[in-house]
């Protein structure tokens, strides 16, 4: 069986949970191979074994952090040259699409993004399944050619252990000059928060207009603490500055696929439905009964945000006590 | 120093109208909707207006697209820019993005530039992949993902909204960036700026002033394909219920019947 790259995320040494969904998705295509770039390797292994990798492929190079996407391309085009996957597969972060589309240049192979779904062909092509324009088409895609550069969408594919060896094989790696042209010089992590990953929880719990203030906006995040959910933000809220950019959901902002998403004052227009349509469960609480969010809702309530979500937080403290 | 900038524009449905797949293809049905610029290139067009206004230089707007394209450049060109290239030619529709890649490296390199400036993506395709193809096809300098962007002489400094923070990204000219949501507030069209688009040069150019082979781009010289497609399956019939005081205990009742608390 051909090889399946996957293209780790990690920080520090902790493997995060799109990988296992990666390889999960990459065992329906062949033999899972993790690409590991940066330090850490050895503290992941475990965890990349557990999801059935059977290699992994470590390039531990301080030019794959220093530069821009380029440098992480080079290095999965050098393995696409070795073992002649039959895909890449790379999770659909803002920096994974730009190594998907740089590498995609490099090797000519087709590249299919966002991907909600992976299964094989009967003749064992990769095929995809993506939810476009908001959640209102659901299409399947294919690459003509051998090589099939997929970018996977969190949260969508459930992942399933499967014992791997993740057999460490070190690769040798130093960028070219050409992929030394974006030089980072300096980071600064966003503030660690204690709630999860807006694109990786479980549940998201998101408010809108109906809020009303970036006051009234503590609210939702009282809520999501209740559901030890992450917190998102409708694009009125953002650009009223009640809320930071970086928690936005909907069409230009994040795309989540949560178990349980929470729409909290939020109409719902389409704009927004693009970023959270995917989600399995959806719960709306709104004052206006005519909003768009209830049709979507598998739970909704017509109601006073400021007065149901207290009762509500308080109903949690209590079934958590009991 | 006069800095040769090249925005580039793609006209996209309108995301409040309906948008879908013509059958067969699978391409996007573009006459099914109103064409729009994609809003996030709108922040891209603005950036390049105040760097050619702060540093010197030209703003030229690409964009790649049918006929009705021209209406979106036209509109570019309202809001400031000096000059565009439509790069228009019927063997293009149907192009993946990495066919489409090509061409607009193809005209980047026929049009020249020293800052090449895109939106962070699409609205219709969402895919967030060109800036990226682009600088790997031109091998220059890939700044982007941008909330701010600096020019000091020939060096481009950029704070990227990267996954895990913010990042500050340099590189050398020439480059290519791509500007977040956000960066800045874009003008309008002035009345003055509508009048004067009217006599600004757009250069019409086909894949053949391009020395693009037609074979390699289009539905059938794109390396991907969508083998099927159909409209979502509505989300079954949700329960909604009006708050009579005891809301928040049923929202309770509901998560806790799916095992949410």
Request: glycine share 10%; proline share 5%; aromatic share 4%.
């Amino acid at each position: 069986m051909a090889e399946v790259l996957v293209l780790v995320e990690h920080t520090g040494g902790d493997v995060k949970k799109v990988t296992a969904e990666l390889l999960t998705a990459a065992a329906r295509l062949g033999t899972p191979s993790a690409v590991w770039a940066g330090p850490g390797a050895e503290a992941g292994q475990a965890r990349l074994a557990e999801f059935g990798a059977a290699t992994v492929y470590v390039a531990d190079s301080p030019d794959l952090a220093d530069y821009v996407a380029a440098p992480k391309a080079e290095l999965l085009a050098r393995l696409v040259a070795s073992a002649s996957p039959a895909a890449v597969l790379i999770a659909g972060t803002a920096e994974g699409k730009e190594i998907a589309g740089r590498l995609a240049v490099k090797t000519g192979a087709g590249i299919l993004t966002d991907a909600t779904g992976i299964h094989a062909a009967p003749d064992g092509t990769p095929v995809t399944a993506h939810a476009n324009f908001g959640g209102a088409v659901n299409a399947q895609a294919t690459t003509r050619t051998g090589l099939a550069i997929i970018t996977v969408r969190p949260n969508a594919i459930t992942p399933a252990p499967a014992a791997g060896q993740a057999t460490l094989v070190p690769v040798d790696f130093t960028a070219s000059d050409a992929a030394r042209a974006a030089r980072v010089t300096a980071r600064e992590p966003s503030q660690k928060s204690a709630r999860p990953d807006l694109t990786e929880a479980q549940v998201v719990v998101s408010g809108g207009r109906g809020t009303g203030s970036a006051d009234g906006f503590k609210v939702i995040e009282d809520l999501a603490d209740a559901l030890g959910a992450a917190v998102g933000a409708s694009r009125a809220v953002v650009d009223a500055g009640w809320y930071p950019h970086q928690f936005q959901v909907g069409q230009t902002g994040k795309t989540v696929s949560p178990q349980l998403y929470a729409a909290i004052g939020i109409s719902g227009a389409i704009q927004h439905r693009a970023g959270m349509q995917t989600s399995k469960t959806i719960l709306a609480i709104n004052k206006d009964p005519e909003a768009p969010i209830f049709e979507i809702a598998d739970y909704g309530i017509i109601g006073d945000l400021f007065t149901v979500i207290p009762q509500l937080i308080t109903e949690i403290s209590k079934r958590k006590a009991d | 120093m006069s800095l040769n900038i090249v925005v580039l524009v793609k006209q996209v449905p309108d995301t409040e109208s309906v948008r879908q797949l013509v059958p067969g293809a699978g391409t996007l049905d573009r006459g099914a909707a109103d064409g729009v610029i994609n809003e996030l290139d709108e922040y891209a067009i603005e950036e390049g207006l105040r760097i050619a206004e702060a540093h010197g230089g030209e703003v030229t707007i690409l964009s790649v697209g049918p006929e009705r394209a021209a209406e979106s450049i036209r509109k570019a060109l309202s809001m400031g820019a000096d000059k565009a290239v439509h790069v228009l030619d019927d063997a293009i529709a149907g192009s993946d993005a990495l066919a489409t890649s090509a061409v607009i490296a193809a005209a980047l390199g026929q049009v020249g530039f020293d800052l090449v400036i895109a939106g962070s993506e699409s609205t219709d395709a969402r895919t967030g992949v060109m800036a990226a193809m682009l600088a790997e096809r031109l091998a220059v300098a890939q700044l982007t993902l941008a909330s701010k962007v600096d020019i000091d002489g020939t060096v481009v400094t950029v704070r990227r909204v990267a996954d895990e923070g913010i990042e500050v990204v340099a590189g050398e000219l020439p480059a290519v960036i791509s500007v977040m949501e956000k960066i800045n507030e874009p003008r309008y069209p002035s009345f003055k700026g509508i009048m004067a688009a009217k006599k600004k040069p757009v250069q019409t150019l086909t894949l053949a002033d391009l020395s693009v082979d037609a074979q390699a781009v289009g539905l059938a010289g794109s390396a991907t394909a969508v083998s099927g497609f159909e409209a979502a399956p509505p989300r079954g019939a949700g329960v909604i219920v009006k708050d009579e005081g005891e809301g928040g205990a049923a929202v309770a009742a509901f998560l806790a019947e799916r095992k949410f608390i």
